[in-house]
């Protein structure tokens, strides 16, 4: 089946040799002469407007400007930063003096434990041997 449609696509694409009065009748379809085109002359240069102070100071006042507000917004974040740093810090230091205290407290419990005698027990007797 796609034998005969590739047959069928040849056949009808093959080169097909004009008809010999073809030049002829295009020469004939084509105007007398050619339209002229209106051809508009461009100036060559046209005159510059004088720039004001404000076209030759507006692009650095404007980087400037930039320049300024990236550095403040960046001092900034750097100074919230080193703020949420240092509150880190005291928190940490707060939650270990915490830590220490509790232990602290359970040594002293441990200790006072350890140096107490048994209650209700009799003294351990020495092995004589």
Do not use: C
């Not at 200790?111 to 020495?126: H, I, L, M, N």
Request: positive net charge.
């Amino acid at each position: 089946m796609s034998q005969d449609i590739e047959n069928e696509l040849r056949r009808a694409l093959r080169a097909v040799e004009p008809s010999a009065d073809f030049t002829a009748r295009v020469m004939r379809a084509l105007p007398a002469r050619p339209a002229s085109a209106n051809i508009v002359p461009l100036p060559l240069a046209r005159p510059q407007p004088r720039p004001n102070a404000w076209r030759r100071l507006g692009t650095p006042a404007a980087l400037a400007a930039s320049l300024l507000v990236a550095f403040t917004l960046g001092r900034q974040v750097a100074v919230d930063h080193e703020e949420r740093r240092q509150l880190a810090g005291i928190e940490a230091s707060r939650k270990l003096m915490q830590a220490l205290r509790v232990t602290s407290q359970k040594l002293d419990l441990a200790y006072e434990a350890v140096q107490r005698p048994p209650s209700g027990a009799q003294p351990a007797e020495e092995n004589r041997s």
